[in-house]
């Protein structure tokens, strides 16, 4: 009995339609910057100003990402893909509500978020650098060191952000190098905040939420072992790790992730080979550097599977990347604490000596800098953002957030990219 | 920001003064009246947003929290999300019942207890079969427009915070301020929270404000109790309140929601609870226990630099709920809304 009409939105969605500023009345594409397991980045500016200056990166969610059930996709006769509304994702949501609080110059800034024909678009300010490019240009085709000066700004200006994020409640839960955006004029601007979340008075476990979080080689022990109230500290051990790989160029701990049985999805394996790596870099962990060792849930895991005994060895590691600066092995020693209750936390940090000697953390990470980043690269071969098509074709295309001129297929670089892939960081099931 | 509401977008971008908040209204009736015209929509003459209408809104909601078990606080969410969506939207141009299913079911994810989306909308269902469609894609769909319509902003601050924030900053200076909150004066100013969410407070007033008003009507509701209860034995509250959590057996110890509503009635003892708050009247006052706590508690404010011309306007509001409540009037509501949807298929 009852119809259509009434189930509806009604005369109420008749008339929003018909006054909706559309995405491409306000912005024109210029090209496509990256595609990842969220969605796509586009590079736009302005449409109808005369200034070129403002640039902007929107980012749209893809729409099996920020929907919850494939099932409702079809094709119509033209083989274009009909997408339904399936309702957004735990993961979109939160980064939409989060971003549109969050004001501070170390996190990308939201300029807008518009809702049009089932597709979300979120409107950043345009970074033209990201940390990943930054590494991948210092180590080819010859390893070039990043100078003490820009790696201490850098990593300043990272731990402001975090401390910014957890001074507000939110941890980010997947700090790499690929997340940390960075101006022209050499500001640090934390992004993705896709899996970030409030962490005060959860009302479930963390991990009854998202069993498993942070990309794989950033991913702090206590997560490793199965922690189910883990803390912002998680937030630091990254940062450390972060740390490490800008003053060595390649990932401190590169494990091989344990890929969740498809066949038991519940189940999320003890990550083995990772543990592996960290432990031969920091030394075997015991209760006496790390008292609550044994109350994780892979405890046994840990204690079954890593059975060599190895000893501290971050002050030889560190030696033998080349690097001398005491305070900063103080401080990295203090982000990569086992025991997230003795690590370091972000104002803690951010007052640490190493910030306090020569030469002094400056507003401008590139200053003094005689060199010159290459840009973004975009591709231009693609501006339809409209079009739900394009990102699911090209979502292996290509692969990086940055100017890939100097990519001779390059392993390391290969891999960096591989970590941020989809298989790394699964998302939060769709609701 | 999500730990400071002076930063928050609730405070710079959503919160209204009485003034925006009437224009806002207008502009929705004046657009009411052009899709009229323009044989948009038909005229309901009965559909008006007022108190009748929120009451009845409030319930839907509560109704359909119940049912999923949810949380307090997500259900707040859902209901400031309800009420900033209809200072631009007319409420005859949409299905009311889904847009309480839509959200209560963006209220959820962003309180981390989502719901899924076929549980809520069956849940929607098994309530409002007329009015609810099977298909998922018509709540999603309307999620887009609710977000829309709050330029994205949903991140909110309830004064259920406030509240514990006060009764733990009273228990640890207890040695200053002389006072407490005990745990039955915490749960009544808890539920004239709940119940706060049926007035525009919300869009009007940072929520400490509403929690300092909850505190105040409880302690000067408390002295004057006895004073009601020679009167209240006469009220019947037809379709009351039921978010209200007041035990509805009157005893000696414990609040009656009729009490509340005779408060709420200018010619009885109770009338000049909002004139306490000009301090003349503490002279007046006997210096029973409850007049000290009373004494107190305002001593608390003045020192507090909470805006008391702010408070004194949120306990007029809620306050007046309780009258409002006593004239609801659910079925013709309900018959209002039947009559419009079932008629907008013609």
């Known amino acids: 009995m009852a119809s259509n009409s009434i189930l509806t939105l009604g005369p109420f969605k008749h008339r929003k339609d018909l006054t909706r500023e559309s995405v491409l009345s306000t912005y024109q594409i210029i090209g496509y910057i990256a595609a990842g397991t969220y969605g796509k980045v586009y590079k736009a500016k302005l449409k109808n100003t005369a200034s070129a200056e403002q640039l902007f990166a929107i980012k749209k969610f893809k729409s099996d990402n920020h929907s919850s059930n494939r099932s409702h996709h079809n094709h119509d006769i033209n083989g274009n893909e009909i997408v339904h509304y399936t309702g957004i994702s735990q993961s979109a949501i939160r980064e939409m509500s989060l971003c549109r609080e969050l004001n501070n110059k170390n996190i990308t800034k939201l300029v807008d978020i518009i809702l049009e024909n089932k597709s979300i ?65 050499g500001v640090v601007k934390i992004g993705d905040l896709g899996l970030a979340r409030k962490f005060n008075n959860p009302l479930q476990s963390l991990y009854t939420g998202d069993k498993v979080v942070v990309t794989i080689w950033y991913r702090a022990p206590e997560l490793l072992l199965g922690a189910r109230h883990y803390t912002p500290a998680i937030d630091l051990w990254a940062v450390g790790c972060i740390l490490a790989e800008l003053l060595s160029l390649r990932p401190i701990f590169k494990g091989e992730e344990a890929k969740i049985d498809i066949n038991n999805k519940k189940s999320v394996p003890f990550q083995k080979n990772q543990f592996q790596k960290i432990v031969e870099v920091l030394g075997t962990p015991s209760m006496k550097n790390w008292p609550a060792l044994n109350k994780y849930p892979e405890f046994i895991s840990f204690q079954q599977q890593l059975t060599t005994n190895y000893p501290p060895n971050l002050v030889n590691w560190y030696k033998m990347i080349g690097s001398s600066n005491k305070q900063c092995l103080e401080l990295l020693k203090g982000l990569l604490e086992y025991d997230p209750l003795v690590r370091l936390t972000a104002d803690n940090a951010l007052v640490h000596p190493y910030f306090l000697e020569l030469p002094k953390v400056q507003e401008n990470a590139f200053e003094g800098l005689n060199l010159k980043y290459p840009k973004r690269r975009i591709y231009t071969d693609d501006n339809d953002i409209i079009s739900n098509q394009a990102i699911n074709q090209n979502f292996k295309r290509h692969g990086g957030a940055y100017d890939d001129q100097h990519n001779n297929s390059n392993n390391n670089t290969n891999n960096s990219l591989n970590a941020n892939n989809a298989n790394n960081v699964p998302r939060k099931r769709a609701r | 920001m999500s730990a400071d509401f002076w930063c928050s977008s609730q405070r710079n971008k959503w919160q209204l003064s009485r003034q925006s908040l009437l224009e806002a209204r207008r502009k929705v009736l004046l657009l009411e009246r052009k899709m009229i015209q323009n044989g948009l929509i038909k005229d309901y003459p009965n559909i008006h947003y007022d108190f009748n209408m929120r009451i009845y809104l409030h319930n839907l909601l509560i109704k359909l929290g119940r049912r999923l078990n949810i949380r307090q606080v997500a259900l707040a969410t ?13 409420l005859k141009e949409i299905n009311v019942y889904l847009l309480v299913t839509t959200c209560l079911y963006v209220a959820c994810k962003i309180e981390e207890c989502p719901q899924h989306i076929r549980l809520i909308i069956s849940e929607a269902r098994n309530l409002w079969p007329e009015y609810i469609p099977h298909d998922v894609t018509k709540l999603a769909e309307f999620e887009f427009y609710l977000i829309e319509e709050m330029d994205s902003y949903l991140f909110l ?190």
Not at chain 1, 136 to 156: C, F, G, M, N, R
Not at chain 1, 159 to 174: E, M, P, S, Y
Not at chain 2, 78 to 90: C, D, G, H, K, Q
Request: aromatic content about 8%; proline content about 4%; hydrophobic content about 40%.
């Open chain 2, 78 to 90: 859902a209901e400031i999300y309800l009420n900033r969506f209809l200072t631009r939207v007319s």
């Open chain 2, 157 to 346: 601050h309830h004064p259920y915070k406030s509240l514990i924030q006060i009764r733990d900053f009273l228990n640890e200076n207890s040695a200053v301020f002389g006072f407490t909150l005990t745990d039955d004066e915490l749960q009544n100013a808890w539920s004239l929270v709940n119940d706060s969410y049926i007035t525009d407070l919300h869009l009007l007033l940072p929520p400490h404000i509403i929690a300092v008003a909850s505190i105040y009507i409880t302690i000067v509701l408390k002295k004057n109790l006895s004073a009601i209860r020679v009167n209240s034995s006469a009220v019947n509250s037809n379709g009351g309140p039921n978010s209200m959590m007041f035990n509805r057996n009157p005893d000696q110890n414990s609040m009656h929601i009729d009490d509340l509503m005779i408060l709420a009635n200018p010619s009885t003892p109770g009338s000049d609870l909002v004139n306490n708050l000009e301090r003349t009247n503490f002279h007046d006052m006997k210096l029973d226990e409850e007049t000290i706590k009373i004494n107190k508690f305002m001593n608390f404010l003045d020192h507090s630099h909470i805006n008391l011309d702010e408070v004194v306007e949120a306990m007029q509001d809620m306050i007046n709920i309780y009258v409002q409540w006593n004239r609801y009037n659910e079925q013709g509501v309900k018959k209002a809304l039947q009559v419009m949807l079932l008629n907008r298929q013609l």
């Open chain 1, 121 to 185: 678009y979120m409107i950043f300010e345009f970074c033209e650098h990201d940390l990943l490019q930054i590494i991948h240009y210092h180590s080819h085709p010859e390893v070039k060191p990043i100078p003490q000066a820009t790696v201490k700004s850098l990593i300043w200006q990272i731990l402001n952000g975090v401390t910014f994020l957890h001074q507000n409640w939110i941890f980010h839960r997947d700090l790499k190098p690929a997340n940390i955006m960075v101006s022209s004029s």
